[in-house]
């Protein structure tokens, strides 16, 4: 009998620590879809969107993003076909439903206004999300973001070249000619161990990413499409002038992956610019500087969420 009330209590514990742990779970979409979903943190409601493309939001959160909890409440979630998300339902995954998703999360919580945080491809997501639904922002931070896929792969390309001392080059102005060659250089990259560069000069950094990475479920269903789908080759940097919400841009000297000067083409009319120094995991190697420099820039903003 007492092991049996021992049992209980444990039962009743666990229960009461899962109460209290944070918000996460599949929100279903429209479609039927299944999003993976976690809410945590206070203030402010901050939504994530991950890169990749056909990443997810575990290791942004895991190497320190939830720092950000401390003045925002945070809210992750994997995109269709990522992570501990669904595949998409009918395989959508235009970039009609990726908005709708994020719109349809926001409404979940019930608040009228937030701050939308992208990192690397994420940055796409962002600006159409900010083109459709201005009046459900507070403000958009974007981290390390591309709003050219084809400027970014192509910085991509050049760096490798200088740092292999190679000559790879597209055999035409096709996007598929482009991937292609990439997917090539990217291999050369690999064989020599120098992978990590693209996202760190910090290997242990990269490694510690990977090692997240290794127990990601996904089946990868957006990653397999989403080079072939022409929307999201599209250039939208035409498209951050006509976003009127605060933007805060934050950008890494050593950034490879997306290109250094690519902010220079920015053209959002009120844009806050910071330049941090470090790679594609600003967000990790100069965390301090980076939790200082969003919560800086929230604290700019009328408190009206």
Same mark, same amino acid.
């Given at each position: 009998?007492?092991?049996?009330?021992a049992?209980?209590?444990?039962?009743?514990?666990?229960?009461?620590?899962?109460?209290?742990?944070?918000?996460?779970?599949?929100?279903?979409?429209?479609?039927g879809?299944?999003?993976?979903?976690?809410?945590?943190?206070?203030?402010?409601?901050?939504?994530?969107v991950?890169?990749?493309?056909?990443?997810?939001?575990?290791?942004?959160?895991?190497?320190? #993003?939830?720092?950000?909890e401390?003045?925002?409440?945070?809210v992750?979630?994997?995109?269709?076909?990522?992570?501990?998300s669904?595949?998409?339902?009918?395989?959508?995954y235009?970039l009609?439903?990726?908005?709708?998703?994020?719109?349809?999360?926001?409404?979940?919580?019930?608040?009228?206004?937030?701050y939308?945080?992208?990192?690397?491809?994420?940055?796409?997501?962002?600006?159409?999300?900010?083109?459709?639904?201005?009046?459900?922002?507070?403000g958009?931070?974007? !981290?390390?973001?591309?709003?050219?896929?084809?400027?970014?792969?192509q910085?991509?390309?050049?760096?490798?070249? #200088?740092?292999?001392?190679?000559?790879?080059? +597209?055999?035409?102005?096709?996007?598929?000619?482009?991937?292609?060659?990439?997917?090539?250089?990217?291999?050369?990259?690999?064989?020599?161990?120098?992978?990590?560069?693209?996202?760190?000069?910090?290997? !242990?950094?990269?490694?510690?990413?990977?090692k997240?990475?290794?127990s990601?479920?996904?089946?990868? &269903?957006? !990653?397999?499409?989403?080079?072939?789908?022409?929307?999201?080759?599209k250039?939208?940097? +035409?498209?951050?002038?006509?976003?009127?919400?605060?933007?805060?841009?934050?950008? #890494?000297?050593?950034?490879?992956?997306? &290109?250094?000067?690519?902010?220079?083409?920015?053209?959002?009319?009120?844009?806050?610019?910071?330049?941090?120094?470090?790679?594609?995991?600003l967000?990790?190697?100069n965390?301090?500087?980076?939790?200082?420099?969003v919560?800086?820039?929230?604290?700019?903003?009328? !408190?009206?969420?």
């Amino acid at each position: 009998m007492k092991k049996l009330l021992a049992l209980i209590l444990v039962v009743i514990v666990c229960q009461s620590l899962k109460a209290q742990s944070s918000d996460q779970s599949l929100l279903k979409m429209q479609d039927g879809t299944g999003l993976f979903v976690k809410q945590s943190g206070n203030g402010p409601l901050c939504i994530f969107v991950h890169g990749g493309p056909g990443a997810w939001s575990k290791s942004f959160e895991n190497l320190k #993003g939830s720092l950000l909890e401390k003045e925002l409440s945070m809210v992750y979630y994997d995109q269709r076909g990522c992570g501990r998300s669904q595949n998409a339902a009918a395989d959508d995954y235009s970039l009609e439903k990726m908005i709708s998703d994020i719109e349809q999360i926001r409404t979940h919580y019930g608040v009228d206004k937030i701050y939308l945080m992208a990192h690397s491809f994420g940055g796409i997501l962002a600006v159409n999300y900010a083109a459709r639904y201005p009046e459900h922002l507070a403000g958009i931070i974007l !981290a390390n973001v591309t709003l050219h896929l084809s400027y970014s792969l192509q910085n991509q390309l050049t760096y490798i070249n #200088g740092l292999l001392g190679t000559t790879f080059k +597209p055999e035409n102005n096709s996007d598929s000619a482009l991937f292609s060659t990439f997917l090539r250089a990217k291999q050369a990259l690999g064989e020599k161990g120098l992978n990590y560069k693209m996202l760190s000069d910090n290997k !242990a950094h990269v490694e510690e990413v990977d090692k997240i990475d290794q127990s990601n479920p996904s089946s990868y &269903g957006f !990653a397999k499409v989403v080079f072939n789908m022409p929307v999201y080759w599209k250039n939208y940097i +035409p498209l951050s002038e006509k976003i009127r919400v605060p933007v805060l841009v934050i950008t #890494g000297n050593k950034d490879h992956s997306i &290109g250094e000067n690519h902010y220079r083409s920015f053209r959002f009319p009120q844009m806050t610019l910071k330049k941090i120094d470090g790679g594609h995991l600003l967000y990790y190697d100069n965390n301090a500087e980076f939790i200082r420099t969003v919560f800086d820039f929230v604290h700019q903003q009328p !408190a009206e969420q």
